[in-house]
């Protein structure tokens, strides 16, 4: 019971009931609106999801190859968000997202084993070794799709005459670059990294192998394999290794990364070979980007006139 | 929370939310927003969706039993009707989008690929789930037989679950992600299963031992 307390408000401190509404009027209009960009944002996001393409170095000199396809190239848009990068997520267009932090410089890469000169290139002089060339090429994934793409960078023999490889020499190994720090979905893809990958020394110094710095006129995004990479364009596209830091020269056929993951599915060479079917799925056709049919896959990805004569007297069902 | 569950408009209300994804998916097709391989996209929407819809389904009884809401039923048939609207939706992708028709290829297929033989369980499971849905066909089989026959939706889901398992390359996080949803939602019903089969035990045993009773009395 209260006794001898009067209600000590003044009236004129008590708020009226029409602003009392009104501030709670705002306050719920104020969180719906909040709330509303929030999940209307997000709807955006869903149904139309940003590019993400950064700037680009433009690469001045580059000379035309005569190696190159007059095939329609792919969009640029589809080659840098439609990627297989695992170290930046297993999903398509994870990578362009993910790496775009991505540090590539300063870059050095270090090339040794069997050789009479084993030398670490920084990426500047690692360019500077031979005239860099435009090569279109056919580019086709293990998954069956393809794209065409126009690389710039000049064929990996330059460097291999460089460093001299040993009579020792039988094949070259390749390692990307890994940082878990930097990459940190990697551990999710369900693959070993770093990332190796290999290739007999007579497939190494055929000359449609490139060492690749570029695509499109300008320097290689990070999603694409920045700030060097390998392209084999007659061999499925997890052979064209990404970022690589280390090459070496070794006598016995090195390690592969999806063939440790999964020996019965992926092989050694891994030649584009439509009448070998991956365990899982049909190799004798596949889906060029943007098109809506799929078109026959040829054998070697329609290189076999330059480089089944490696491949002479092998039987590549046993060799795939 | 009763009544919301039983007015007819949270029943429509669901019903435009089921149509969401295939929205989604009209309105960026519109826009040419599928990404670089519009055709993967969709088959890997309708089939992800698919996949949720199964798992939405199995998961009303469970909710009805732990939440003590018995109306939720009211739903589980729409959404199992929407499952099975989305894997036709993935199925015909294949078909018409992905091998263009072309059935020699695709029998081929189903027979050499053990991924695409066990979508295709999963597929062909559902489709007298379906048939049967309606209120004449319960009638018809008998609730006991109907029930029975609707047991298929677990092993439809299974299928599905182990058709992406075996489609991914190496990155198996979300199929082991669906794989265990829809283990915990059958695991539910062994439980209630088992625990329903040792209490008609206890019960018989019971029953027993009052009727020993009664004659040594």
Redesign the interface.
């Known amino acids: 019971m209260l006794i001898g307390k009067s209600l000590d408000i003044r009236s004129s401190e008590i708020t009226p009931k029409s602003s009392y509404m009104k501030r709670r009027k705002f306050i719920a209009g104020a969180s719906a609106a909040t709330a509303g960009l929030i999940v209307g944002r997000g709807l955006l996001e869903l149904v139309h999801p940003g590019e993400r393409v950064h700037a680009q170095t433009k690469l001045s000199g580059v000379i035309k190859s005569s190696l190159s396809t007059d095939e329609s190239q792919t969009p640029y848009k589809d080659v840098t968000h439609y990627n297989n990068f695992y170290e930046f997520g297993t999903a398509k267009e994870e990578p362009a997202e993910k790496a775009k932090n991505f540090k590539t410089s300063p870059w050095t890469v270090s090339v040794g084993g069997a050789v009479k000169k084993p030398l670490k290139y920084d990426l500047d002089a690692l360019m500077k070794l031979a005239p860099l060339e435009e090569r279109i090429y056919r580019h086709r994934c293990v998954e069956a799709w393809s794209i065409v793409v126009p690389w710039i960078g000049f064929p990996l023999n330059a460097l291999i005459k460089q460093v001299e490889p040993t009579s020792n020499a039988k094949f070259v190994a390749f390692q990307s670059f890994y940082d878990p720090h930097e990459m940190p979905t990697a551990r999710y893809a369900g693959i070993a990294f770093p990332y190796v990958e290999g290739l007999r020394l007579d497939e190494a110094i055929h000359p449609l192998a490139i060492l690749c710095f570029g695509m499109y006129g300008e320097t290689l995004p990070n999603q694409d394999g920045a700030p060097v990479r390998l392209v084999v364009p007659w061999k499925y596209g997890f052979k064209s290794i990404k970022s690589i830091v280390k090459i070496s020269f070794v006598e016995k056929q090195p390690p592969t990364t999806w063939n440790l993951a999964a020996p019965n599915e992926y092989w050694f060479y891994s030649n584009v070979n439509p009448a070998v079917d991956h365990p899982r799925w049909s190799q004798a056709k596949e889906r060029r980007l943007g098109e809506f049919f799929r078109r026959p896959t040829l054998l070697f990805n329609g290189y076999g006139g330059q480089v089944a004569q490696l491949y002479a007297g092998m039987d590549l069902r046993k060799d795939f | 929370m009763k009544s919301l569950l039983a007015s007819k408009w949270t029943k429509i209300l669901v019903f435009l939310l089921c149509l969401l994804p295939i929205s ?1 998916l009209a ?2 097709a519109l ?1 040419e ?1 599928l ?3 519009p ?2 996209f969709i088959t890997h929407e309708t089939g992800d969706w698919t996949l949720i819809f199964l798992v939405l389904t199995l998961s009303i009884t469970p909710a009805r039993k732990l939440l003590r809401q018995p109306q939720l039923i009211r739903f589980r048939r729409m959404l199992g009707l929407f499952a099975f609207f989305y894997v036709c939706l993935h199925f015909s992708t294949w078909i018409g ?1 992905d091998k ?1 028709f072309d059935f020699p ?1 695709m029998i ?2 189903v027979r050499k ?3 695409i033989t066990a979508g295709f369980t999963g597929l062909v499971l559902l489709i007298p789930l379906a048939v049967t849905s309606t209120a004449g066909w319960i009638r018809r089989l008998g609730g006991k037989r109907w029930q029975m026959l609707h047991r298929l939706i677990y092993f439809s889901a299974l299928a599905g679950v182990v058709h992406y398992y ?2 991914v ?5 979300k199929p082991v992600r669906y794989g265990a949803i829809v283990i915990l939602l059958l695991a539910y019903r062994a439980g209630v299963w088992l625990h329903a089969k040792r209490s008609r035990a206890a019960g018989r045993t019971l029953a027993t031992e009052a009727v020993t009773n009664t004659e040594s009395a």
Do not use: C, T, V
């Open positions: 989604r309105w960026r826009h927003n990404g670089a391989n055709i993967e989008l263009f290829d081929k297929d690929r053990p991924f075996w489609l390359k190496s990155d198996i996080r």
